[in-house]
């Protein structure tokens, strides 16, 4: 029987290609340490100054240095070049400074909308 918590872990690691310090927020929390892999299950929360996303799951993969996350749908904030950008997507990757989104993916700035099933953002390693 799982018992389901609330746990909060503030995470600082160094990633090279994407160094931030970021916090992940859910309901549960699985520890592999098989594969070097942390699993949040249950209104995932993932904020950092330059992202925040809201997922069913995330996958963390500390050897990889890479984020997996899925949702119905992932809601996704970020700032681009000074600027908000929101949307959604169904599937979200964050790996070597790069986001990709994929599945329904919508994006809206300002007065601008970009929708289609895959869209790939370099990100600035501020």
Do not use: C
């Amino acid at each position: 029987m799982f018992y389901r918590t609330f746990l909060v872990l503030f995470l600082a690691i160094s990633f090279q290609s994407w160094s931030q310090e970021y916090e992940i927020k859910s309901e549960y929390v699985e520890i592999n340490t098989r594969d070097n892999q942390v699993i949040y299950k249950g209104d995932v929360q993932f904020l950092s100054e330059q992202i925040n996303f809201s997922s069913n799951k995330l996958v963390v993969d500390q050897k990889q240095e890479q984020f997996s996350a899925e949702g119905n749908p992932i809601n996704i904030s970020y700032i681009a070049d000074g600027q908000q950008i929101t949307g959604t997507s169904m599937k979200l990757e964050l790996f070597q400074n790069v986001l990709s989104l994929s599945g329904n993916v919508q994006l809206i700035t300002g007065n601008n909308k970009i929708a289609s099933d895959s869209i790939v953002i370099k990100l600035n390693n501020d």
